[in-house]
Each structure stands twice: as structure tokens, then as C-alpha cells.
């Protein structure tokens, strides 16, 4: 008896049906090891990375009450220079926070800057007058100010009070501690309570 074509095996249906498999399984193969190989690579480079951030710079402390015109020479702008931001009337050193208001920082409008005013209306930009008194912020924005002097407060150190035009500045010792009680009125609020 005759054996007809549809009675036969699937196994034997072509004779290049076994090197087929075999041929996915190949490739299948080749793609498995190509990303192990990716992967051991990637491992392998995070292992051995060097930091490309500079050292930190140690400065010594700074305390003094500035003019937005001497606010404006502390902008991070020569390696290792320090960086000063005012918020809320006062100074602070966020020096240490180089990569975010230094040159090239997300927040590097505010380096050497007054950042009350773009902070308060959450744009990253900072105010380009003498002083800015910030009268015409409504109560918001001016609780959104006083949050973040609360946080600069907490995270970097006091420098000074940003000068009005006309003010004089407090002469420092080297022994006297940081202003830090937030009870006393800060500047903008001197001028409020008038």
C-alpha cells in the first residue's frame, strides 16, 4: 500500500524542517549573548567611573551684609568662587549647591541674585531691579517666599542681609552667632509693619 503525501510525519514533511530549528535556536542565541554582553559592559563601566564633579572648594565662612550690586559679584562664575543667593531680604552661601545655581545650573538665574521674586511666582528667573521690595506680591506668594527662606535657612549658611538702598550694614564679629531665630522680622517684614 501506498503511502500518500498527507500521511506522512510532520517531522518529514520537508527535508530542511530539523535545520530550521536549529537556525532559530542559533539566533535566538546570538541575541541572548549580545545582551549579556551589553549588560556586563554597562555593569562593568558604573564599577569603574570616575566622578567628574570637581572637588568642593573650602571657603571660609562669609559674613556680611551686601548691595544687590555686591550680591551680583558672588554669581559662581570663575571656578571655586563662591555663590550667594537672597531670598526674603537675607544672604545665603549655596555654594555647596554649585551644580544647581552655579554656571550651568537648572537655577543659575539666581546665582549672585535676589531669587524672592522667582521663587514666589515659580519661575526661574530673578529680578533685575536695585531692590525689590516685593509690596505688590499678594499674601500666596509672600508664604511662598517665607517657605523658602525657611528651607535656605535649614540648608545653607546665613551670609548677611541684602541691603536696601540708603542702609548701612551691620559690621560682624567672628564670635557672634548666625541670626538664625526667624521670630525676629526680616527685612521685607520691617517694612510691612511701618
Known sequence: MGSSPEATSPETDSPDAGSSFFEDYSVNLIIIAVIVSVLIYK???????????????????LRKDMTVAELRQYDGQQAGKRVLVAVNGWIFDVTRG????????????????????????????????????LSDLNSMQMESVKEWEAQFREKYDLVGRLLKPGEEP?????????????????????????
Open 43 to 61: 555593569i562593568y563601566t558604573n564599577f569603574i567611573k570616575v566622578p567628574v564633579e570637581a572637588p568642593a572648594v573650602d571657603l571660609p565662612k
Open 98 to 133: 554649585r551644580r544647581f545655581y552655579g554656571p550651568g545650573g537648572p537655577y543659575a538665574a539666581f546665582g549672585g541674585k535676589d531669587a524672592s521674586r522667582g521663587l514666589a511666582t515659580f519661575s526661574v528667573t530673578s529680578s533685575d531691579k536695585e531692590y525689590d521690595d
Open 170 to 194: 551691620i559690621n560682624y564679629s567672628d564670635e557672634e552667632p548666625e541670626e538664625t531665630d526667624t521670630s525676629t522680622p526680616t527685612p521685607v517684614e520691617e517694612k510691612k509693619e511701618l
